[in-house]
């Protein structure tokens, strides 16, 4: 049987998933942030979109290519950012850059992955954005910067959603710590998830390399303490203005929401604008990305790049067709490497593509550009 056959959406790779991963870092893949009710808002919000059916359009192969800050891409998605994405499948950041490259999408490395940029550079190829949580040491943001930079990653993103840490109750439950510590009751759960214990056992008890490689310079921290230390999460409209004049290259934020701060980004030299409420994980009052998306797509000419909660080829049509001009996924690309392991990721881009081209069939689009003539207002 085909993997098609077998899996043919992302809920089957979940399903799987769940059952190979852990259940302390499931809740940490999984949860949202308080009441987990932003979750259910971007799907909520997501289903309402609709687009016209439309008939009588003969034969044709829709294109999925779309070209954002200046590169082309087959398709109009790509992998987010993922913190500790080594921990979530054995050595996670390395088969999604692998599959980022094959597949000509864009990858973001998390500050706070279990890789460098460093590691991931013979895999990236011309596909790797860098995801900046900002230290507050002008000396080490900007040597990571070079590093980043050096690796390869053409394209920084600086997450602006997490100015405090968000409180997740149900990844607190779950026992996760930083690092991660096997306590009898999480080994217990890991022997029970024998592919995953045996990629660990490979790659050694992940932990955020990049964040570790600066405890000489900070006193030796390795752990949470020392990425929050480290890392000042909360940065303000100088901290940009500084980052925007120490990377040469593309210049993303990530995380926004709202329509003012849309507008106010536009001015400060930026290249893209990300609409992002961090798969509900940050504030549970936090609107759907899908619900702000028409607002922000009005106040800026930037490029528009959206996430949160996307689950087919569909969810990436709606929200092209409400003016994204690309879009990002998170947890279904883990979801792929926990069910399938290294076909995991090429699987998540395939079954995307094929819904993508299955719903454009039925509303009659050619290319992207023909969704937002598609959208019931
Ligand atoms: C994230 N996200 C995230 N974002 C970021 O900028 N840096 C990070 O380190 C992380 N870490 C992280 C860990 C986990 C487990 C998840 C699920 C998410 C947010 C991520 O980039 C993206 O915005 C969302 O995952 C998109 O929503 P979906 O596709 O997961 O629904």
């Known amino acids: 049987m085909s993997l098609h056959s077998r899996y043919p ?4 790779l979940k399903s799987r998933a769940r ?5 302390f870092v ?3 893949l999984d949860s949202a942030t308080g009441d987990e009710s932003a979750t259910r808002r971007n799907r909520a919000a997501l289903d309402a979109v609709l687009l016209r059916p439309s008939i009588l359009h003969g034969e044709f192969t829709p294109d999925l290519s779309t070209t954002l800050m200046g590169h082309s891409h087959p398709l109009p998605f790509g992998i987010a950012p993922v913190g500790m994405s080594g921990l979530i ?3 996670a950041e390395r088969l999604l850059a692998r599959t980022a490259a094959a597949e000509g999408i864009p990858y973001g490395l998390s500050t706070v992955a279990t890789q460098t940029p460093e590691m991931l550079a013979p895999h990236i190829g011309d596909q790797g954005w860098f995801q900046i949580y900002p230290p507050r040491d002008p000396g080490i943001r900007a040597d990571m910067l070079a590093r980043a930079k050096t690796a390869g990653f053409h394209t920084l993103v600086l997450t602006v959603d997490v100015p405090v840490a968000s409180r997740r109750e149900r990844q607190t439950r779950g026992g996760l710590t930083n690092p991660p510590k096997l306590t009898p009751r999480l080994a217990a759960q890991a022997a029970r998830c024998p592919a995953w214990l045996a990629g660990i056992r490979k790659t050694g008890m992940p932990r955020m390399r990049l964040i570790d490689s600066y405890s000489q310079d900070t006193g030796a921290l390795p752990s949470t303490q020392h990425a929050g230390y480290l890392l000042r999460t909360s940065p303000d409209w100088g901290y940009l203005a500084a980052l925007r004049d120490g990377w040469d290259g593309k210049l993303v934020v990530k995380g926004v929401l709202n329509d003012g701060d849309a507008a106010r980004l536009s001015d400060e030299g930026v290249d893209a604008i990300w609409v992002s409420n961090h ?5 549970a009052a936090a609107p759907a990305s899908a619900a702000v998306l028409p607002a922000i797509r009005a106040a800026t000419t930037l490029p528009v790049i959206c996430d949160s909660g996307v689950e087919s080829g569909l969810d990436i049509l709606r929200l092209l067709a409400l003016g994204a001009d690309f879009v990002m996924l998170g947890r279904p690309f883990h979801y792929g490497l ?3 392991g290294d076909d995991g990721a090429a699987h998540v881009v395939d079954i995307l593509r094929q819904d993508m081209i299955a719903n454009m069939g039925q509303i009659g689009a050619r290319r992207l550009s023909d969704l937002p003539g598609t959208l019931i207002a």
Do not use: M
Not at 19 to 23: E, G, L, N
Not at 279 to 283: D, E, I, K, T, V
């Open 26 to 28: 499931w809740e940490y």
């Open 338 to 340: 926990g069910a399938l």
């Open 9 to 12: 959406a992302i809920a089957d």
């Open 89 to 91: 499948w054995p050595d």
């Open 279 to 283: 798969a509900g994980r940050q504030f």
């Open 19 to 23: 059952q190979r991963i852990p259940h």
